[in-house]
């Protein structure tokens, strides 16, 4: 029993971690981030945005959650935007049959600024209609502010137990977003040999010449101080070599007389 109490702790601490650890910025979030339910009763989360001081003047998100545990009953607007009593229009508020998953979006109107206290969104009500619990999952938001910019938002998930069993899987940690996208790492590209580099490289590595330059009078001449008792020795012995032949030439020619 203890083994089992510790296994749900720890799966319920992965789930719930927050999408991002951002000390500041804008936040949305599923409030209660945990929710215990039965199979066949219904409850409700808000979506609260806390703009943490930037001005917002547009919201929209999806949520994605486990279609075979949990069953969406309706998506009603909250007064986030309208806390100021400005006019609001939903852009949408619908389930995507084909994504299955919810999509909401709303933005002011008749107003050139924007809220910057927190407030919900959005309030969602679900149906328990499986065994197992469902991730909360709080995907492609993207919160603007009176000139149509992105503002960053960071995301907090929630999940809900049926039964006090947890989901069968775990979201994807979500990285904090600006304009609802993420990026991905670009790909590396890798650099081919081509015929002009083959070129340079032949010539980086080819054998260096260097051509003699002129030597002024007195660069010749300590030229010719600086040479070594090896090579004036080697020049003094072809003369004496030469001269002993000439001698032995002499002699012979004189005894031939």
Known sequence: MRTNIIIITLTLGLLLIPATTSASGAVLKVIPALIDTSAGEEFSVEIVLDPDGDEVYGVQYELIFDTTSLESVSQTAGDFLSQDGANTNEIV?????????????????????????????????????????????????IVSDPLAKAISVSVENGVCLVDGIAPTSTPEPTVTATGGKTSTPAATETATSTPELESIREEASAPVYVLPTEQS?????????????????SGFGAILAYAGILMVSYVLRRRNI
Do not use: K
């Open 217 to 233: 009078p007195a660069e010749e001449s300590e030229s010719v101080h600086d040479s070594t008792p090896a090579e004036n020795t």
């Open 93 to 141: 508020n619908s389930f995507n049959d084909e994504s299955q998953r919810l999509e909401y979006g709303e933005t002011r109107m008749g107003v050139e600024t924007g809220v910057t206290s927190a407030g919900m969104l959005a309030n969602i009500t679900f149906r328990a209609i499986g065994d197992r619990g469902s991730c909360l999952e709080l995907t492609d938001v």
